[in-house]
Each structure stands twice: as C-alpha cells, then as structure tokens.
C-alpha cells in the first residue's frame, strides 16, 4: 500500500495521519494496491470508499 518512496503504478492518495505522540507519518498509495492486497479488498467490499477529511 503504503511507501515513503515513489509508486510504481498510479498515486491514487497520500495520507497524513496525525497521531497523539504528534507524529505525522506521510504514506503515499498506490493504485495497484487498493485492487490487488487482500486487506484493502476486504476493506472497500465491508466499508466502501470514503470521501476525505478535510480539517
């Protein structure tokens, strides 16, 4: 899912989480994985997509 680096298929998201130790980790998301990895198949199938937070 989820790299500090660059994808190699199409950047469908980049999250910025803010945790309550005040670090924001960056994760960059890749297309190919939100089709592909089992967890996030299962996720969209239960949940569906969610529009972004915007804070």
């Known amino acids: 899912m989820a790299s500090r680096g660059e994808c190699v298929h199409k950047l469908v998201a980049e999250v910025r989480p803010e945790f309550s ?27 569906g997509f969610q529009e972004p937070v915007i804070s």
């Open 21 to 47: 130790d005040g670090t924001t980790p960056r994760w960059r998301v890749c297309g190919e994985w939100l089709t592909t990895h089992p967890s996030a198949v299962a996720h969209i199938t239960t949940h």
